[in-house]
């Protein structure tokens, strides 16, 4: 081993040493466990620089320790490198006080008063299967504005309020829920639709549309759903009811005047829920502005939202001693909307043709439409099925279970508004446990990073900058790869997004030394969006050609990059503390220094 390889050894153990003693950010200081140093090869041609460590990373002392860690373990793998090969070290997003969050009670709440008061109940959340539940609020944050970009955050079909819509204000890295996974305010697309934080169950969504399909309607102004039946459905009518609980549905019966030639008057039977912004979202889908089928229901209609509109709209033709041919009718609906119809019948294994604003089936498939709706049909309307399959398959009504709310997602509205004056340039975030993420009046919203992670303060990145470019210039590595949006911009000192430069490698001067700087995504924001694990996938197969190219030259007055010598664990130890305070764990230090 070469006299220049121990010195940069010994002096990357005094840096380390200054930084577990550092005092510099108080808050910081009184909170850790212990100062997250770096792990790995400290002769590493290849170093990774992440954001911040989090709650894990602090108790354990080492970088990546989580699930973010076990899959940069696995990148690594497949390119046949293991953390023992790098150096991984960190540097070291957010609403406006009055962004709503939704309580586990469905109330609402200011963000800043939920942070000021240290809120430790619960929030209204979305887990990894789309449904709406309360989750624990763990962590409290309040960071300054800096230089970061603001936006108004909503969807089209939110709350009005005056002339504007009810929405918040953030920061453009703050990630918020989209069909696409989370996505940055900053990167959002105009064509993204946004988890609204409103949802039906599973069955009251189906139930809905279905109904939608059929009789129903849902009015503009209210967002709230009439259906009417005649006297003689009264029960299909409270059946329907009973379902859609969750909506505080109301039943009328009324007299309603006859068509010419008729009885004079003859029931109905009305049903009408509450106001739901769930249910303006769907309006939004199904009318144009008169009513009209939405294209996504070529791909979801499913047997028990089929089942309501043919109970709604359909019926079964009997004609001794021909077979019963089932019909629906479609009255209203343009030659577009039919065809979306007979696609979303198509995947069901139901093909039929449309004709004099009529759906229509042959035998074999009138007898399986019917096999098919018969599990969600009650005795009430079963005449409304093929006589063979009504003896023989039975109402279940265990497949109209509501479950849990799921999530819908509407069309975002955006808009920048940075260059707004404001008096109040402190934003705030919360830590929510388990999902990650909480409900607001403008959108599903992640925490800042998982809990207890956030971004730095600016007097916080200004202390823990030099022993980062301390430990550049002491490592020598060749490339450095920048984990994330933070990690990219601070070493580039440029705003560009992690979403436009992920996979581009360029040559930057990082303090004293020109390095190969390659953005990728951070491996927390694939797992929380897993589209984007095979991006990150992509980019980390180009490190060994990036690796295998000659060191960039460096600036007059630069050392020359050292050739990495093999280690022992003999070099491991770590120095001895000067000040008489207790030592840490030497296998802690030991892993921080990462001299294998």
């Known amino acids: 081993m070469t006299e220049t390889t121990n010195e940069r050894r010994e002096a990357l153990k005094a840096v380390y040493q200054q930084a577990r ?24 041609d290849l170093m990774f620089v992440g954001e911040a460590p989090g709650r894990t990373e602090d108790e354990q002392g080492i970088p990546f320790v989580g699930r973010a860690g076990k899959l940069l373990d696995e990148l690594l793998e497949g390119i046949g490198l293991a953390r023992r090969d790098v150096f991984v070290a960190n540097v070291l997003k957010c609403l406006r006080y009055d962004a709503l969050v939704q309580l586990g009670d469905g109330s609402w709440e200011r963000i800043g008063r939920l942070v000021r008061t240290g809120y430790a109940g619960t929030v209204m959340s979305v887990d990894d299967r789309g449904h709406l539940v309360p989750r624990r609020v763990t962590g409290w944050h309040a960071t300054p504005l800096g230089d970061r970009s603001v936006y108004r955050l909503t969807y089209r079909s939110a709350k009005n309020v005056g002339t504007s819509r009810t929405g918040i204000q953030l920061t453009g890295d703050h990630p918020v829920l989209t069909e696409r996974g989370y996505v940055p305010v900053e990167d959002l697309r105009a064509d993204d639709r946004i988890a609204t934080g409103q949802g039906l169950s599973a069955l009251a969504r189906d139930v809905v549309c279905g109904t939608l399909l059929g009789d129903g309607s849902i009015r503009g102004a209210s967002a709230c759903m009439t259906m009417s039946h005649s006297a003689d459905q009264a029960a299909y009518a409270r059946f329907k009811m009973e379902l859609l609980g969750e909506l505080s549905p109301r039943v009328q019966e009324l007299e309603v005047a006859a068509v010419a030639g008729g009885p004079r008057t003859y029931g109905v039977v009305q049903v009408r829920t509450l106001t739901h912004r769930a249910l303006g979202t769907l309006r939004r889908d199904f009318y144009r502005p008169t009513k009209v089928v939405p294209e996504w229901i070529a791909e979801e209609l499913n047997a028990r939202m089929l089942a309501f509109w043919f109970m709604d709209d359909g019926y079964m033709r009997h004609r001794p001693p021909r077979q019963p041919l089932a019909e629906i009718a479609t009255v209203g609906f343009s030659d577009d909307d039919l065809q979306v119809l007979l696609r979303g019948l198509q995947q069901l294994g139901l093909p039929g043709k449309a004709s004099r604003r009529r759906l229509y089936f042959d035998v074999p498939t009138s007898r399986r439409l019917s096999a098919v709706i018969a599990p969600y049909v009650p005795p009430s309307m079963r005449y409304k099925l093929h006589p063979e399959v009504e003896a023989r398959i039975c109402f279940d009504p265990g497949l109209l279970q509501p479950g849990p709310p799921q999530v819908v997602y509407d069309e975002v509205e955006i808009e920048d508004i940075t260059d707004r004056p404001r008096n109040d340039r402190t934003f705030f975030c919360i830590d929510v446990e388990g999902t990650h993420n909480f409900v607001t009046s ?3 919203v992640h925490n800042c990073r998982p809990p207890d992670n956030r971004d730095p303060h600016p007097a916080e990145i200004e202390h823990c900058q030099d022993y980062l470019l301390r430990q550049v210039e002491l490592i020598q590595p060749r490339v450095i790869c920048t984990l994330g949006n933070f990690a990219t911009k601070l070493l580039r000192g440029d705003p560009t997004g992690i979403t436009r430069l992920h996979g581009r490698p360029e040559v930057r001067v990082i303090g004293a030394r020109a390095v190969r700087l390659y953005p990728v995504f951070h491996p927390a924001a694939a797992l929380y969006t897993p589209a984007n694990v095979e991006l990150l996938r992509a980019d980390f197969f180009r490190l060994p050609e990036l690796l295998a190219m000659d060191p960039p030259p460096q600036p007059v007055g630069a050392d020359e990059p050292v050739i990495p010598v093999p280690h022992t664990e003999d070099d ?7 000040a008489p305070e207790p030592e840490p764990d030497p296998d802690v230090a030991a892993a921080q220094l990462g001299l294998f």
């Open 21 to 44: 003693d550092c005092q510099k950010c108080p808050q910081l200081a009184a909170t850790r466990t212990t100062v997250v140093f770096g792990s790995g090869n400290a002769d590493a």
């Open 572 to 578: 491991l130890a770590p120095a001895t503390r000067a």
């Open 442 to 444: 403008g959108g599903v």
